[in-house]
């Protein structure tokens, strides 16, 4: 199967944060954020492997800044790195206000996994990274579906060889 350039799976969308995106607070409500994290990651992964696409874990999300009502939300997500039939995908939030300045103000990393018509798993093609970012990215994305795969207790912590060799030198 053809590898695919990181920079092929990027998928981009812009929201403008209305009052019924909004918590008692008056920034955007958490959910919403997810909900947005959820489809644009989605269409980043359908993008990289051209099938259908279910998510199979948020392995991160952090809300570093509050997003207050009015402002302009732009999500850009992009397949970190892919394995057998699952991919990682990088969802890094950015947000303007009345002033037109543009600052990070989330992050997630989900994990997606293709799949055929009748639900079965299927393989995907792999990522090529081009960038100094996405290089960082792909080269840490075995360690977090390690971590991933642990505390979902779908895998024993004796069997990761990446976090080994990260904690504890192996
Ligand atoms: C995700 C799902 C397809 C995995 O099926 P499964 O029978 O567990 O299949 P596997 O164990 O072979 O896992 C498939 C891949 O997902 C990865 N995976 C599964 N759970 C994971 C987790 N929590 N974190 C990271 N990766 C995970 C596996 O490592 C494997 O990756 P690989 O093929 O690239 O090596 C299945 O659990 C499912 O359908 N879940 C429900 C999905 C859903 O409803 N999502 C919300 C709506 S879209």
């Known amino acids: ?4 350039k990181a920079n092929e799976t990027c998928a981009i969308a812009t929201h403008l944060v209305l009052p019924n995106d909004t918590n008692f ?4 409500f958490g959910g919403k954020l997810m909900a947005w994290i959820d489809i644009i990651a989605s269409i980043s992964a ?3 492997c051209n099938r259908e696409v279910v998510t199979a874990s948020i392995n991160h999300i952090s809300f570093d800044k509050p997003i207050k009502m009015g402002d302009t939300v732009t999500l850009e997500a992009k397949v970190s790195r892919a394995f057998t039939s699952s991919m990682e995908i990088f969802v890094d939030v950015y947000v303007e206000d009345f002033s ?3 600052v990070k103000a989330n992050e997630a990393i989900t994990t997606f996994v293709a799949i055929d018509q009748r639900g079965r798993t299927i393989e995907v093609p792999q990522v090529e990274p081009e960038t100094e970012e996405e290089k960082t990215r792909f080269e840490g994305a075995l360690r977090r579906k390690q971590l991933s795969l642990i505390l979902a207790k779908k895998m ?3 069997d990761a060889s990446e976090l080994k060799a990260l904690f504890l030198g192996k």
Do not use: S
Request: glycine share 6%; charged share 40%; net charge positive.
């Open 25 to 28: 607070h008056n920034t955007l």
């Open 1 to 4: 199967m053809k590898p695919k």
């Open 100 to 102: 037109g300045d543009r």
């Open 46 to 48: 359908r993008r990289h």
């Open 156 to 158: 024993e912590p004796n």
